[in-house]
């Protein structure tokens, strides 16, 4: 190629390249045009709702256009989390994933209505949460160790648990612990956390293991005692609440992790601006405050990346089936 060929070139070179990253150029300069929704599938009042209502508040004023949270509950939080699936992959529609959605519902439902790897673009992990054992305020419980020794000496399923539906951390809270103990718990599935808390507190059922977030209201309130947390460590909000582990149950752990994410084909131009957005939000000392309060542990800044966050998934995926198999839960 002469001289004078490649000055010819480059003018219509540099016009290719800039026509070529334009379109990304106007797509992330443009986003949003109109209000994000942001979907939480569980009910209001839950603790993913808590969370999920925290993250779309933030986003929203950093987008400048509004996140409105829309809550698809029901059916473990299968509902939702397949409407994000089904969605389009143009920014307008986020979820709220979670262990209980993504990776538990995978074995409890024959047909959860979407793949946890295929169908979703994974974009962060923000926050995890571990439970807690609760029974009614009067309850004649006021040690761990004095229910679980009243459940080992009573017939199987003589006490009933509450959660807020198959596939929840709640219900796997207590099939674990009912495999720790050898003995069979009723499980008494519900609507929402609400409805399942409201159960323990007015003696429905014996207890409940729910996210500290969910409970916390009713706990500040006394309208519930707390027993035990099912971490393995104490909780920031239950100080004096010894876990499970270390009362007499070595090994129990069950805690929950929560994700953001969208429908899978997201453009790789869209997922920077929402990780990159997600980001700045986790990293502010307010927010983070007000989610320590809440009862979340809140994930380290700067966050993972997608594809770490894709690898949590696929890990747990390898992980939580054949254990959960072994617990005998089902969604029937």
């Known amino acids: 190629m002469?001289?004078?060929?490649?000055?010819?070139?480059?003018?219509?070179?540099?016009?290719?390249?800039?026509?070529?990253?334009?379109?990304?150029?106007?797509?992330?300069?443009?986003?949003?045009?109109?209000?994000?929704?942001?979907?939480?599938?569980?009910?209001?009042?839950?603790?993913?709702?808590?969370?999920?209502?925290?993250?779309?508040?933030?986003?929203?004023?950093?987008?400048?256009?509004?996140?409105?949270?829309?809550?698809?509950?029901?059916?473990?939080?299968?509902?939702?989390?397949?409407?994000?699936?089904h969605a389009a992959p143009d920014g307008y529609t986020l979820g709220l994933g979670s262990q209980g959605t993504l990776i538990n519902n995978q074995v409890l439902y024959a047909k959860p209505g979407y793949d946890s790897l295929k169908d979703y673009t994974h974009i962060a992990e923000v926050a995890d949460v571990q439970n807690v054992l609760v029974v009614a305020p009067g309850s004649k419980y006021n040690a761990v160790g004095e229910l679980l020794a009243e459940i080992r000496a009573r017939p199987a399923e003589a006490f009933k648990y509450s959660s807020s539906g198959v596939g929840t951390s709640?219900?796997?809270?207590?099939?674990?612990?009912?495999?720790?103990?050898?003995?069979?718990?009723?499980?008494?599935?519900?609507?929402?956390?609400?409805?399942?808390?409201?159960?323990?507190?007015?003696?429905?059922?014996?207890?409940?293991?729910?996210?500290?977030?969910?409970?916390?209201?009713?706990?500040?309130?006394?309208?519930?005692?707390?027993?035990?947390?099912?971490?393995?460590?104490?909780?920031?909000?239950?100080?004096?609440?010894?876990?499970?582990?270390?009362?007499?149950?070595?090994?129990?752990?069950?805690?929950?992790?929560?994700?953001?994410?969208?429908?899978?084909?997201?453009?790789?131009?869209?997922?920077?601006?929402?990780?990159?957005?997600l980001n700045k939000l986790m990293s502010k000392p307010e927010v983070r405050a007000r989610m320590t309060e809440q009862g979340y542990t809140v994930a380290p800044v700067p966050l993972g990346s997608p594809a770490e966050y894709t690898r949590l998934v696929a890990r747990e995926l390898d992980k939580w089936p054949t254990i959960i198999r072994k617990l005998g839960a089902a969604a029937n």
């Open 2 to 85: 002469n001289f004078s060929l490649r000055l010819r070139l480059r003018p219509a070179l540099a016009a290719l390249l800039l026509w070529c990253c334009v379109p990304a150029a106007f797509a992330q300069g443009a986003y949003p045009t109109r209000p994000v929704k942001f979907i939480v599938p569980y009910a209001a009042g839950s603790a993913g709702d808590v969370l999920g209502r925290i993250i779309a508040n933030q986003l929203g004023e950093q987008l400048g256009k509004g996140v409105v949270v829309d809550n698809r509950g029901g059916a473990g939080g299968t509902i939702g989390t397949a409407e994000v699936a």
């Open 170 to 277: 709640h219900h796997m809270a207590g099939a674990v612990l009912s495999q720790f103990l050898d003995k069979p718990l009723l499980h008494v599935p519900y609507t929402g956390a609400p409805q399942g808390l409201s159960a323990v507190v007015g003696g429905d059922v014996d207890m409940g293991l729910y996210n500290i977030p969910a409970a916390i209201g009713l706990l500040r309130g006394a309208k519930l005692k707390p027993l035990a947390v099912t971490g393995l460590t104490h909780s920031a909000l239950l100080p004096n609440i010894p876990t499970l582990d270390e009362s007499g149950l070595k090994g129990y752990e069950v805690t929950l992790w929560f994700g953001v994410m969208a429908p899978a084909g997201l453009p790789p131009e869209l997922l920077t601006r929402l990780h990159g957005e």
